[in-house]
């Protein structure tokens, strides 16, 4: 399914984000940068160990005590794909009343600011933050849909931006949201 934002294509799709060919694929990561479960866990096996090397580098540099959530930052795609991955941390959900929305927002913008600095034209991404994190899907979903065609709305340099749902239902859901 896509829609039209601006000058650029939003798409939906059902799949693995690890097959997904784009110039980025966003990473719904930790702050320790260093792997995890879910979509994390799948990124690094399939794109190989230089991913985390280099993710070990920037948590040697730039960010020795963690990348604050919200934030995000570019590696290779390594074996995937993808040319580069872009992790981001998205907000662990306490119940909605501590800036979960916002943070949320955040790291779909903070993604998509660096693949616009990084000249990058195409960018998936997963549906940050509800599956370990817990944050209810369809409030995610708005808040995902929302972030993503702002940005589009006002910058030129995207062309495409996918979701890569995992599930149906999770497709289903945000579509609804990317409808309305
Ligand atoms: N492709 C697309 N989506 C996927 C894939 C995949 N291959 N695998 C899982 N998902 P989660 P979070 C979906 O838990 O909630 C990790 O341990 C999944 O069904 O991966 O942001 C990190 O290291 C769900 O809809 O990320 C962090 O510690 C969505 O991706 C923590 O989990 C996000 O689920 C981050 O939690």
């Known amino acids: 399914m896509e829609f039209l934002v601006g000058n650029?294509?939003?798409?939906?799709?059902?799949?693995?984000?690890?097959?997904?060919?784009?110039d980025a694929i966003v990473?719904?990561?930790?702050?320790t940068l260093l792997g995890g479960g879910g979509v994390d866990a799948a990124i690094h096996r399939k794109g190989g160990p230089k991913i985390l090397e280099e993710c070990k580098r920037m948590r040697a540099t730039e960010w020795p005590d963690g990348l604050p959530t919200g934030c995000a930052v570019i590696t290779s795609g390594?074996?995937?794909?993808?040319?580069?991955?872009?992790?981001?941390?998205?907000?662990?959900?306490h119940g909605g009343f501590h800036e979960e929305a916002k943070l949320l927002k955040q790291a779909y913008r903070s993604s998509l600011k660096l693949a616009v600095a990084n000249g990058l034209k195409t960018v998936a991404f997963p549906s940050i933050s509800t599956g370990a994190y817990g944050y209810p899907v369809e409030e995610a979903s708005r808040t995902a849909v929302d972030a993503v065609k702002d940005f589009l709305e006002k910058e030129d340099n995207l062309q495409k931006v996918i979701?890569?749902?995992?599930?149906?239902?999770?497709?289903?859901?945000?579509?609804?949201?990317?409808?309305t």
């Open 163 to 179: 979701f890569v749902l995992f599930s149906e239902r999770d497709f289903e859901v945000y579509l609804k949201a990317a409808k």
């Open 27 to 31: 990473n719904a990561a930790n702050s």
């Open 8 to 22: 650029a294509k939003l798409k939906l799709i059902k799949g693995d984000i690890t097959d997904v060919d784009a």
């Open 78 to 93: 390594g074996n995937l794909k993808a040319r580069h991955v872009i992790h981001t941390v998205g907000p662990i959900w």
